[in-house]
């Protein structure tokens, strides 16, 4: 038997909306019907069922319907309706009949997906063939460049002190920060070829004490400042420098001016930056682009002064003593090959003042040839 106007089989106490099936005991049978709850012509009295219960349960379904426990009710997979008096739809998985396994839910998700994907796959195919008719067509889809920024390059100001230092300015006011370094004209290529490492030992010492602090004093004082310190001698050029912030410079120029005028090149020092060289040379030994950088030098300059490794090597770094670093640092640390420079928030002016203060009682002590 079954009720074509409410899709409600009474055998099978099964009812459906849409393609959604509904599940209902054989006790209560009902039919549903677009024109509403009191056109359900099936509202009859079930076997067993006292009298009145059918007035309350049509009642209680009708207030059912006006609230969204309906609308709740068939978002579920399956709904077990008890037809006792009071008793609301209950959610059941378990006790789901056997008509909701042969009808489930439709798969909304799936579907959504794949209008989806059709559509940008549609999307695509209409850009590329937009792509393409355009380029049939002769013109030309690519976006015009952007406008250029505009590049504002201050050039730096030069002037020379009485002693023969060079000095550079490079005013950059809208920096907070000054940089100020010291180069000298020589590196490495003068170190001689059974001493190779005197100028990087030479350079890197700087940093390791004066005459008044030691290193960690060095350390302890730039650091206060919140600046940084380095030294160096590489190939071409051995420096010091400091940068700090602008309102800081004359402390750092303090420091600045004492480790590149009035070095220790104490032989604690010397010994521990040797080892620390020869480590360091062992492990770059170990690596294929550190030999074969070696190698080539000496391949394209032989024996000429970029042939050896400016670093030194592991047999001429212990045949430098004390005395090879302190000669190369009076013949080659003079005012006249040197140059200051000084770039960030600092005038011209204020950087020739630096200059004079702090490095213009710099004397020329012996007369050696300056590198062409």
């Known amino acids: 038997m ?50 009145g219960e059918t007035s309350a349960l049509k009642a209680r379904f009708i207030s059912m319907l006006s609230s969204n426990a309906l609308s709740r009710a068939f978002s579920a997979d399956a709904w077990w309706f008890d037809s006792s008096p009071g008793a609301m739809p209950q959610a059941s998985h378990e006790d789901a009949p056997l008509a909701l396994k042969k009808h489930p839910p439709p798969k909304v998700k799936i579907k959504a997906a794949a209008r989806g994907f059709t559509t940008l796959l549609l999307a695509l195919l209409c850009l590329t063939l937009a792509q393409r008719a355009l380029a049939v067509a002769g013109v030309d889809a690519t976006p015009s460049p952007a406008p250029a920024h505009e590049i504002s390059f201050t050039h730096p100001k030069e002037t020379k002190l009485d002693n023969g230092l060079r000095v550079i300015v490079a005013e950059r006011p809208s920096l907070p920060l000054l940089a100020m370094e010291l180069i000298i004209r020589i590196g490495s290529e003068k170190d001689p070829n059974d001493r190779a490492g005197t100028a990087s030992l030479t350079g890197s010492l700087l940093t390791k004490g ?58 604690e020092e010397i010994d521990r930056l040797r080892r620390q060289s020869l480590d360091g040379l062992r492990v770059a030994l170990q690596q294929p682009g550190s030999l074969a950088s070696y190698v080539l030098g000496r391949v394209v300059y032989g024996d000429g002064e970029y042939g050896h490794a400016s670093g030194g090597t592991p047999e001429t770094l212990p045949a430098i003593q004390r005395s090879d670093i302190l000669n190369f640092y009076e013949n080659y640390y003079r005012p006249d090959n040197a140059t200051l420079v000084l770039s960030g928030n600092v005038s011209f002016e204020q950087g020739k003042e630096y200059a004079e203060k702090f490095f213009g009682s710099w004397k020329v002590n012996q007369t050696v040839p300056r590198p062409v």
């Open 2 to 51: 079954r009720n074509e106007k409410a899709g409600f089989d009474v055998k099978n106490s099964a009812s459906t909306i849409g393609d959604r099936p509904l599940i209902f005991p054989s006790r209560l049978f009902y039919a549903f019907s677009a024109n509403g709850a009191d056109s359900f012509p099936a509202w009859g009295n079930a076997p067993g069922n006292r009298p």
């Open 210 to 267: 004066t005459e008044k602090m030691a290193a960690p004093e060095i350390a302890n004082a730039i650091e206060s400042l919140g600046g940084t310190i380095f030294s160096s001698g590489v190939s071409d050029y051995s420096s010091a420098g400091v940068v700090v912030m602008s309102s800081k410079a004359e402390p750092a120029l303090t420091i600045l001016a004492d480790i590149v005028l009035h070095p220790a090149f104490k032989q």
